[in-house]
């Protein structure tokens, strides 16, 4: 039985995330409680507000850990905007702050001055490498962001999809039973509600 653990650490879009889940027809849990976390099929990190807070509430909450036992058990893992952050090494939001470190690399702010920052609004997907959660989902497809930093791996090869805003930008990460996203499926109409559905007919 499919059973989604939407990861609640008091910060995060959960309810636009939880609800799109539900439209679908699955069953979902936003929790903070480690055992409901180990014990569900998927796990969903959200994720909105500044990356050391984010980080902080993690700690004290005591979900580094269940999180670090999620990513490395085989079974599906989504992150969501800032939760495709939280993945990486460390972050210069606010400061240098150390992340879960199961990507190595960087989440650094946009440097354009040209563009407005955040970088909000529709913008375009270009699908670097197959993954599982693309099923029916067209090259150029359009999807929701709102970010001022982005994440970039030292290892080119997780990028599954890049964005162009000033730079090329890494939009989504797949590794194994993990795909992380910089824009907001949740918020990507007909385009986000197939990858969410792809994502939870994962095993």
């Known amino acids: 039985m499919t059973m989604i653990a939407i990861i609640d650490y008091g910060m995060g879009n959960l309810r636009s995330v939880s609800k799109a889940f539900e439209r679908l027809g699955y069953t979902v849990n936003v929790t903070r409680e480690p055992r409901v976390i180990a014990d569900a099929s998927h796990v969903v990190l959200p994720g909105v507000g500044a990356f050391p807070d984010c980080m902080r509430n993690l700690e004290q909450m005591g979900l580094i850990d269940p999180i670090r036992r999620a990513l490395s058990s085989g079974k599906p893992f989504?992150?969501?905007?800032?939760?495709?952050?939280?993945?990486?090494?460390?972050?210069?939001?606010?400061?240098?702050?150390?992340g879960l470190g199961w990507i190595q690399g960087r989440v650094v702010r946009f440097k354009t001055h040209d563009l407005k920052v955040p970088h909000m609004g529709w913008n375009t997907l270009t699908i670097k490498k197959p993954a599982p959660v693309f099923d029916g989902i067209p090259a150029d497809a359009m999807v929701y962001f709102v970010h001022s930093y982005y994440g970039a791996p030292e290892d080119p090869s997780l990028i599954a999809t890049t964005t162009e805003y000033g730079v090329s930008f890494a939009s989504s990460i797949a590794a194994g039973?993990?795909?992380?996203?910089?824009?907001?499926?949740?918020?990507?109409?007909?385009?986000?509600?197939?990858?969410?559905?792809?994502?939870?007919?994962?095993r």
Not at 177 to 191: D, I, R, W
């Open 177 to 202: 039973n993990v795909f992380a996203c910089q824009f907001h499926p949740e918020k990507s109409q007909a385009v986000g509600l197939m990858l969410l559905r792809n994502f939870a007919q994962c």
């Open 78 to 98: 989504l992150g969501i905007c800032l939760g495709l952050q939280l993945l990486f090494t460390e972050s210069e939001e606010f400061g240098l702050h150390k």
